[in-house]
């Protein structure tokens, strides 16, 4: 008789303690924000793109490696970590930047765009594990295709990357042909948000917003002061910062000299701004991503604490939900019981 194969879901289930992954946030995530995250039990992930260079991000990579490693000697089992690469333009570093992950064996790669089949099984071949960006069940079948392992399903009201696809329309198709892992990323801002992804049919929840707003990440003061005043109203949601749909803080648009209303009214369809001549893009420097789970963010802990306030949200919340249908409550853990098999 032989044994059921092990599945990435399991990897990624035996890896983590909460169902999470602290999304790679351009200029915000760093290693200290990477480690922090692995080391609570979730996945912590930053972009390859936040390091100007190979060298640089090789160095990266060598010190996450190094810091991890001093936590497993040390006894704890910090979850894997994660590495985002861009594919929506392929540039001359990116396959030095693919080969940094299979040199360094990162254990999981966050596509966004379609990652070609070739590259996938360059990252398969040492062990990695591959989660690509969608923001449509088309996107989703392209990457199922090219043979990544999950998908990242971004949905209305995400910071960064975002799209308009509701939540329970996406999943809903995704699961129609999918059945690997899929994580959803849009507004998870608390442990009760993140047990009603996974009702909805995810596995992994993304929070990038709410870990904006922490003591390890790298974002400016004044960045993490607009997201605790901000609400779902003060979220913009245009192409004209990135060339991308996202979402932005309105006050940071202002503040950066932009028309606020006009790029509100154009929306997805509106022209990228260019810059004067011979002055760099304000773009991810001065204009602030955020989500429109902003609204529920009113304070800057240490991950550690966070990360202790999520796991026992989700517990409540997982507890409730067995009170509303009928079920005793689970007993007391100081840690969800998330997505463990």
Request: glycine share 10%.
């Amino acid at each position: 008789m032989q044994n059921n194969p092990v599945t990435p879901r399991d990897i990624l289930a035996a890896g983590t303690d909460l169902p999470v992954i602290v999304a790679p946030m351009f200029l915000i995530s760093t290693p200290d924000l990477v480690v922090a995250a692995c080391k609570e039990g979730m996945i912590g992930s930053l972009p390859a793109a936040s390091q100007w260079t190979s060298a640089g991000f090789d160095g990266w990579l060598t010190d996450i490696s190094a810091r991890l490693d001093a936590l497993r000697q040390s006894g704890q089992k910090p979850a894997p970590y994660a590495i985002n690469l861009g594919f929506r333009k392929i540039t001359p570093r990116l396959e030095a930047d693919v080969d940094l992950c299979v040199k360094h064996k990162v254990p999981v790669i966050l596509a966004s765009g379609d990652i070609p089949a070739e590259m996938v099984k360059k990252i398969h071949a040492y062990g990695g594990i591959v989660l690509q960006d969608v923001a449509s069940a088309d996107e989703a079948k392209r990457a199922v295709k090219n043979g990544v392992d999950g998908v990242i399903a971004v949905t209305a009201g995400a910071g960064g990357q975002g799209s308009s696809m509701n939540p329970l329309a996406l999943l809903g198709e995704i699961r129609q042909f999918f059945d690997g892992v899929v994580a959803l990323a849009g507004c998870v801002t608390t442990g009760q948000d993140i047990l009603a992804a996974k009702a909805m049919g995810a596995d992994m929840a993304v929070m990038g917003t709410r870990f904006i707003c922490t003591q390890e990440s790298a974002a400016e003061p004044e960045y993490k002061e607009m997201i605790k005043k901000a609400t779902a109203d003060d979220i913009i949601h245009t192409s004209a910062i990135s060339g991308y749909p996202a979402n932005f803080l309105k006050d940071s648009i202002l503040a950066a000299g932009f028309d606020a209303a006009k790029l509100k009214k154009e929306g997805a369809g509106a022209d990228r701004i260019q810059p004067p001549p011979g002055e760099a893009s304000k773009a991810w420097k001065t204009v602030w991503s955020a989500g429109q789970g902003s609204g529920g963010i009113h304070d800057i802990p240490t991950v550690a604490a966070l990360t202790q306030k999520l796991a026992q949200e989700y517990a409540d919340a997982e507890n409730a939900l067995l009170k509303k249908l009928g079920y005793a409550p689970r007993p007391q853990s100081p840690k969800p019981s998330g997505p463990k098999p």
